[in-house]
């Protein structure tokens, strides 16, 4: 299923199911491919939208915590402050990679070269809530 994202073409704005931009495909392998949540399509984000995708990216990091690469992690790219770009790590080749794309098209690299890529990168997972996985009780309190 790995293969239908490789050959996704870029759009701007994209969240498929045929074109993507880099989280639209984000977005899509986590949910598709590895059964985890949707994250929302957050339509103001795109290639030259670094305010909008700065301000997306601190409403989404309140449900997310930082972790060392794993698969499903949105691994996150900055320049000072500003949030430039997101891919997701998969396993391909038995190897944690990130995938991504951009308007020469979808890439998937390991870690490490994605890290040497960037300025900086840094990798989210969803963070566990009580309510999501069967701690919290009726009356509202956490029970372990």
């Not at 984000?26 to 985890?36: K, N, T, Y």
């Not at 997701?88 to 890290?115: C, H, I, M, Q, S």
Request: hydrophobic share 40%; proline share 6%.
């Amino acid at each position: 299923m790995l293969k239908h994202y490789l050959s996704a073409p870029y759009r701007d704005g994209g969240r498929g199911p045929i074109a993507f931009d880099c989280w639209g495909l984000c977005i899509a392998v986590r949910h598709q491919l590895l059964g985890l949540p949707l994250l929302p399509s957050l339509g103001a984000v795109g290639k030259d939208r670094l305010r909008e995708n700065t301000h997306a990216y601190h409403d989404l990091k309140q449900g997310m915590e930082t972790c060392p690469p794993e698969v499903g992690a949105i691994a996150a790219v900055f320049r000072g402050a500003l949030c430039l770009h997101v891919g997701v790590v998969v396993e391909a080749d038995g190897r944690l990679k990130v995938l991504d794309t951009n308007p020469g098209g979808v890439r998937l690299r390991t870690v490490r070269e994605f890290e040497t890529d960037f300025p900086r990168v840094v990798f989210y997972r969803d963070r566990i809530f009580p309510e999501q996985d069967g701690r919290l009780g009726a009356d509202g309190r956490v029970h372990d």
